[in-house]
């Protein structure tokens, strides 16, 4: 009785958790500084922890399900989506630090997250072939 009461928190917990990632990511997909598919990947993972119906909801999305697909299946990202990703990234980065054209602090604060978020989108392993 304990135990699937644990059993029955935790897989809750890790619904919950789940949607809070997806909500992250959707997030991200509008501010620059948030990043998407790291966020939806954590989604994916918590989910095939507690709802196959959840995980296969994002694997079959439109927008991010192939990219999540992918992930899933070699833990890689195409050079495609890198580079739509690297583009987004410095247009979006762009215009905040045009915007903020009179704040020096926050134009390098702007830069320096966009460097890291570019840096990490390209360590990320390559789809073979």
Do not use: C
Request: aromatic share 12%.
């Amino acid at each position: 009785m304990f135990l699937d009461m644990n059993n029955l928190l935790q897989n809750h917990l890790l619904i919950i958790l789940g949607w809070v990632f997806v909500v992250l990511g959707v997030i991200g997909i509008l501010l620059p500084i948030l990043p998407t598919t790291p966020f939806l990947i954590v989604a994916l993972a918590l989910f095939s922890k507690s709802s196959p119906r959840f995980r296969q909801m994002l694997l079959n999305n439109a927008w991010f399900g192939p990219i999540l697909k992918q992930w899933e299946d070699n833990k890689t990202l195409s050079r495609k989506t890198k580079y739509k990703a690297s583009f987004l990234i410095i247009i979006v980065f762009a215009i905040s630090v045009s915007i903020f054209h009179n704040n020096i602090v926050l134009q390098l604060v702007l830069i320096g997250l966009a460097i890291i978020l570019l840096f990490f989108i390209w360590r990320i392993k390559e789809q073979a072939g």
